[in-house]
């Protein structure tokens, strides 16, 4: 979606507009999250469902880490790991394919992998892991 397209400023005033009519300010942040996934997912579907798992594990980490203060520290690690290896995947699992390929010609059937990069995925993924 590009900012200056209608349908930008459609998601912009009715985010406003539901922005305004939200009571509580946990409201509002449903409505700020609902808008950002929104306007996210007008790019890709497949897209959000990676930004969301990176969401969930960031979130899911804390959480479990604010329910168990003694694995505080064990939690966030985990955390941080499960997020560096999901950005290393996306970002270097063709490249290391193609490097493995070099040396054994018939891994993964001699086809080079052609996965594509998400969009933010880099922004996101290092936002995550500084929450944590």
Do not use: C
Request: charged share 5%; glycine share 6%.
């Amino acid at each position: 979606m590009i900012y200056s397209s209608p349908e930008f400023l459609i998601l912009l005033l009715g985010t406003l507009g539901a922005y305004a009519l939200a009571r509580s300010q946990a409201s509002r942040l449903w409505v700020l999250l609902a808008s950002s996934v929104f306007f996210y997912a007008w790019s890709s579907v497949f897209d959000t469902l990676i930004f969301l798992f990176v969401v969930l594990v960031s979130w899911g980490a804390v959480a479990s880490a604010r329910l168990f203060p003694s694995r505080r520290v064990g939690l966030i690690t985990a955390g941080i790991a499960v997020m560096a290896a999901h950005l290393f995947f996306w970002k270097y699992a063709s490249w290391v394919a193609v490097q493995t390929q070099v040396l054994f010609p018939s891994f993964l059937g001699g086809r080079a992998p052609n996965l594509p990069l998400p969009i933010g995925i880099s922004f996101f993924t290092l936002q995550g892991i500084a929450y944590l």
